[in-house]
């Protein structure tokens, strides 16, 4: 299994980016996928998690309102909608995919991982 993150950037405060993860074949059909973001100096966080139907979504409080988290399986792709966004925002992002859909905000439940993407959020 295969993660590829991308579409991270500098931008101002109040901006918005959109991250990409895509899969390979037949991953995201089968498994849940999260983001997660890691900021200098900091713990690697949850950010938010989609259930490998998209029926459920979760967020972590800092986030809700502003991210989305979304998905296409026929594209492999999933993806994270990034708006209005926060100095505190900045910090490299990270796509990940798990089985089930339990425990998906348990950053060690995951099984794969992408290799990040820097999101820079200037003020």
């Known amino acids: 299994v295969q993660l590829q993150a991308s579409g991270g950037g500098l931008v101002q405060t109040g901006g918005s980016l959109s991250l990409s993860c895509a899969a390979s074949?037949?991953?995201?059909?089968?498994?849940?996928m999260g983001w997660f973001r890691q900021a200098p100096g900091k713990e690697r966080e949850f950010v938010a998690a989609?259930?490998?139907?998209?029926?459920?979504?979760f967020y972590t409080d800092s986030v809700k309102g502003r991210f989305t988290i979304s998905r296409d399986n026929a594209k492999n792709t999933v993806y994270l909608q990034m708006n209005s966004l926060k100095p505190e925002d900045t910090a490299v992002y990270y796509c990940a995919a798990k089985y089930g859909t339990t425990q998906l905000m348990n950053i060690k439940s995951y099984d794969y991982w992408g290799q990040g993407t820097q999101v820079t959020v200037s003020s």
């Open positions: 074949a037949r991953t995201t059909g089968s498994y849940a």
């Open positions: 989609i259930t490998w139907s998209g029926g459920s979504t």
